[in-house]
């Protein structure tokens, strides 16, 4: 039917009168809409099955914990950011900065998680009563899953009581203990109370060979033994 054809029996069928008429856009996706400012206190980025690809919010809207797709409670976490997630539904990572004016403290990092763990690689700011330090850090992760440790953050967080949220950190403190431990910086290369440094660390994180310039403007290279001995010093 033509155009004018299909007006015509609109205006039959209307007794006159043209009918509202609502067009279904053949393409199911809808179109990019443009904001030139937004105020939001979460934006979360789905998959089309609905699990988180990347969350930003405020102190009072960030994540919990999330494993498989499953959210957790976190027992100490504050601050705003950005959360990243893997095809899997883990939280992988993320930015985070926080400040506290009464004591002036403030950080702000960005981590990279290994699979199923903790983070392994991360830029990293921190500064408390004076003294800063920042720099790239790399962390050595065992292989468990931490999913059982995040069952038992949620409980933390829902505990009632001081003394119950204190037991059952212990309980998540044992568990990494037990399972090989939480893991061990094994690199540290930035800048801590005034001095440049590349500080790098056996398995169990004890610094073997650490080479600084200090805030003096002294390079120098340390071996260190297991104990944290200086066995051998070179410098200018």
Known sequence: MGWKAWAAAALAF??????????????????????????VQRLNIVEPNGRYRLVLANSARFPGL????????????????????????????????????????????????QYK???TVGLEYAESGGRRSAGLRVWDRPDYSIEPLMEMSDRAARAQTDDERN??????????????????????????????????????????LVMRVASDGTPSIDFLDENGRVTRSISQ
Not at 16 to 32: C, H, N, W
Not at 77 to 92: I, K, Q
Not at 172 to 178: G, N, S
């Open 14 to 39: 209307g007794g006159g009168t043209m009918l509202p008429l609502t067009f279904a856009s053949a393409d199911p996706q809808p179109g990019p809409t443009t904001f030139d400012e937004i105020n």
């Open 117 to 119: 763990q903790d983070q």
């Open 66 to 113: 999330f494993m498989n797709g499953r959210e957790y409670r976190h027992h100490s976490r504050s601050g705003g950011g950005m959360w990243f997630y893997n095809d899997d539904g883990d939280e992988v990572g993320g930015l985070t900065y926080r400040s506290n004016a009464a004591n002036r403290s403030a950080s702000a990092s960005i981590m990279f998680d």
């Open 167 to 208: 037991r059952i950190r212990a309980e998540m403190r044992t568990f990494a203990e037990a399972n090989g431990g939480g893991g061990a910086e094994r690199v540290f290369a930035g800048k801590t109370s005034g001095d440049a440094l590349v500080r790098l660390a056996d398995p169990q994180g004890r610094p073997r």
